[in-house]
Structures are given as C-alpha cells and as structure tokens.
C-alpha cells in the first residue's frame, strides 16, 4: 500500500505561489505516474496536472496551462509550483498515484490517493 503525503498548502495572497510537495512513506514514486488534483468545497474533484513515471509526459487542465508546472525529482518526489494564484484556486489538493495517466480523465489510472492539503488563496 503505497501512502502519499503532501505538504506545502497554506494561505496565499492572489498573485502569490505555493509549492506543493507530494512523497510516499517508506516507498519511491519513481515508478508511478503522479496527478495532482483538486477538490473545492461543494465543487467536483478536478484533474490539475499529471506527470508520468518517466518524466517525459505531462497533462494540464487547460485552465491552468502557463501557472501551474508539475516537476519530479530523482528521489521520486513529485512537486506542484503554483504561481500568479487566484481565489478560485482555493482548493484542498491532494496527490494520487498509479501506472499511467489519461489526459481524458486524470483520475482513471491512479490507485492511491492522499488526503491532501489545503490552498486558500486570499487578500
């Protein structure tokens, strides 16, 4: 059972970055594909960003291309740098993991799931 931590959430000014940071206890992510997604009180879960095993593939959601960048290091960690961050980014973000991504919908693929941590972006 792979666990995911993330860390790195917090309050934020509009215009503000945040890293997020997503890691496995005991456990390398290098061998898996890593999403990031995000859940808004009352919203539906939404795919952010997905990278795969090899680092040689990514997925954006479409509204967040050119803010948001998805990276991994060669100890398996996965990150999400998060710029020019707006209210409507106010979300708990949470990592998942699985053998591969779809750009159709991120979430199918990924078998373990974090429970997250909190963005809220405000003045």
């Known amino acids: 059972q792979v666990q995911l931590v993330e860390s790195g959430g917090g309050l934020v000014q509009p215009g503000g970055s945040l890293r997020l940071s997503c890691t496995a206890s005991d456990f390398t992510l290098d061998y898996y594909a890593i999403g990031w997604f995000r859940q808004a009180p009352g919203k539906e879960r939404e795919g952010v960003s997905c990278i795969s095993s090899g680092h040689d593939s990514t997925y954006y959601a479409d509204s967040l291309k050119g803010r948001f960048t998805i990276s991994r290091d060669n100890a398996g960690n996965v990150y999400l740098q998060m710029n020019k961050l707006k209210p409507e980014d106010t979300a708990n973000y949470f990592c998942?993991?699985?053998?591969?991504?779809?750009?159709?919908?991120?979430?199918?693929?990924?078998?373990?799931w974090g429970r997250g941590t909190p963005v809220t972006v405000s003045s």
């Open positions: 998942a993991a699985g053998g591969s991504f779809h750009s159709a919908d991120p979430s199918r693929g990924m078998d373990f």
